[in-house]
Nanobody
């Protein structure tokens, strides 16, 4: 069983930056593909960025060039650096760990971008 704990959310003005972190425990972190998703009320959860166990990165089109995902397998953490934030980035951001036949979620952290 993998436990994921997000941190780093908060309130920021448009154009500002935030860095989200997710600490994992209870599994072999390096074996998991790690991702960040987000969700606003009334909408489906959507993929923001993923970094594979091998380090390959993939981003949603709406964050390309603004967000950067990274992982530190020695510290069992995955981070999301968010720059040039927009009001439409406001959401609850969730950390995800996906392995073979397993899928784990954190509790989420709120990001609010004011205009």
């Amino acid at each position: 069983q993998v436990q994921l704990v997000e941190s780093g959310g908060g309130l920021v003005q448009a154009g500002g930056s935030l860095r989200l972190s997710c600490a994992a425990s209870g599994g072999i972190f390096s074996m998991y593909d790690m991702g960040w998703y987000r969700q606003v009320p009334g909408k489906q959860r959507e993929l923001v960025a993923v970094i594979s166990s091998g380090g390959r990165k993939m981003y949603a089109d709406f964050v390309k060039g603004r967000f950067t995902i990274s992982r530190d397998n020695a510290k069992n953490t995955v981070s999301l650096q968010m720059n040039s934030l927009k009001p439409e980035d406001t959401a609850v951001y969730y950390c995800n760990a996906e392995g073979h036949f397993t899928n784990y979620w954190g509790q989420g952290t709120q990001v609010t971008v004011s205009s």
